[in-house]
């Protein structure tokens, strides 16, 4: 059973590029989580998501950054014109939704997101 | 605000000895708490679980308790070996969003 597969595990863009990270979570999980982590610092909240649905978005910013998970393929995090402070890991975990609040969560490997 | 506190100074200890670890928080009742392994350059990796009626959980060579009085959990790691060396987490949640600690490092020293 593969685990959560992020794409691409590093990505290099150029300040006013866009950055497209993609998510697919493990087999049987319907509901994906995206996470920030900056050096030194916890992870940070940005989207919750169900298939063709957002359930959370509070720790997303309001401008630039939006996610999907459409009802076929990977989940997309997709941020507008990086800035050099989005430079950042960004992790993928899912879950199956079943046990609601204490569900587990498991992480994909991240993408390291560095913006010049 | 919501507040969780982990030791940022690495922890180092010698191959064979008990590692602890400390989550504190402040403004928060969760109901549950969970411990992360995150080694560098991956994901964080889930390893226990504990909800706020129980006292203590362990898993193999690991052992959790949680003090919802004194609002803070210990993690322990007995017989440590130097393949235990990475950063550990704690996640606090009462809904489905858990909030994360920074997290300690340790070192296991052969």
């Known amino acids: 059973n593969a685990g959560v597969m992020q794409n691409p595990r590093h990505l290099v863009r150029r300040r006013g590029q866009e950055a497209r990270l993609r998510c697919s979570p493990m087999?049987?999980?319907?509901?994906v989580y995206w996470y920030r982590q900056l050096p030194e610092e916890g992870l940070k909240f940005m989207v919750y998501?169900?298939?063709?649905?957002?359930?959370?978005e509070s720790g997303m910013p309001k401008e630039r950054f939006s996610a999907e998970f459409p009802k076929e393929g990977p989940s997309i995090l997709r941020i507008q014109q990086v800035v050099r402070g989005d430079s950042a890991a960004y992790f993928c975990?899912?879950?199956?939704?079943?046990?609601?609040?204490?569900?587990?969560?498991?992480f994909g490997p991240g993408t390291r997101l560095t913006v010049l | 605000s919501q507040k969780i506190e982990q030791n940022s100074e690495a922890l180092n200890i010698q191959e064979g000895k008990t590692a602890t670890l400390t989550c504190n928080y402040t403004?928060?009742?969760?109901?549950?708490l969970q411990w992360y392994r995150q080694d560098p350059g991956r994901g964080p990796v889930f390893l226990l679980l504990?909800?706020?009626?129980?006292k203590e959980k362990r898993k193999e060579r690991l052992k959790v308790t949680f003090d919802t009085t004194l609002k803070q959990s210990l993690f322990h790691i007995t017989a440590s070996q130097p393949a235990d060396s990475a950063t550990y987490l704690c996640?606090?949640?009462?809904?489905?969003?858990?909030?994360f600690g920074r997290g300690t490092s340790l070192i296991v020293h052969p």
């Open positions: 403004n928060y009742s969760p109901a549950y």
């Open positions: 504990i909800r706020e009626n129980e």
């Open positions: 996640a606090l949640g009462g809904s489905y969003i858990p909030t």
């Open positions: 998501l169900q298939k063709e649905n957002i359930i959370d």
């Open positions: 975990a899912s879950s199956t939704g079943l046990e609601g609040a204490k569900d587990t969560q498991y």
């Open positions: 087999k049987g999980h319907s509901h």
